[in-house]
């Protein structure tokens, strides 16, 4: 599950991870669980490393294709993607990365899992960077 903006801000949260029912916290020694974590922030670049030319593609096509199903067949899906917050998450008015469930009416609740002090103040983070480019984008207009 990652909250937040797109990138290197981009927060996995390591609470909601588990193998079998056990939290992988409890199975991954910290310094390799956060390994494991940055990795997953910088995954898109390392793609696009990797690729050479172009973009990271892969990933959204797959998870557009999972929100349109989600919609479509009205599967009320629980999805990480972009919605609009205000009161939510503390987030104030914009639209970030967050566990919504996801059917015919589009998103349809925003679920505010509890997040631990470094898991919030990373969100907090990605949430500021995020309204950082919507007032660059303001100002660019």
């Known amino acids: 599950m990652l909250l937040g903006g797109h990138g290197d801000t981009m927060v996995p949260l390591a609470s909601c991870a588990s193998v079998g029912g056990i939290p ?3 199975l991954i020694a910290p310094e390799r669980l956060e390994q494991i974590l940055q990795r997953t922030r910088d995954g898109g670049a390392e793609i696009v490393s990797l690729l050479k030319t172009g973009s990271a593609f892969y990933a959204p096509a797959a998870a557009s294709a999972q929100m349109v199903e989600a919609i479509v067949r009205d599967k009320k899906r629980l999805i990480p993607c972009a919605a609009y917050c205000d009161k939510e ?18 998103v349809e609740r925003i679920i505010e899992v509890p997040l631990s002090s470094s898991e919030r103040a990373a969100f907090q983070k990605s ?3 995020v309204k950082g480019l919507v007032e660059t984008m303001g100002r660019n207009l």
């Open 24 to 26: 992988v916290a409890n």
């Open 89 to 106: 998450y503390g987030v104030g008015g914009f639209y970030v990365g967050v566990p919504v469930i996801l059917g015919a009416a589009g």
């Open 127 to 129: 949430v500021d960077a």
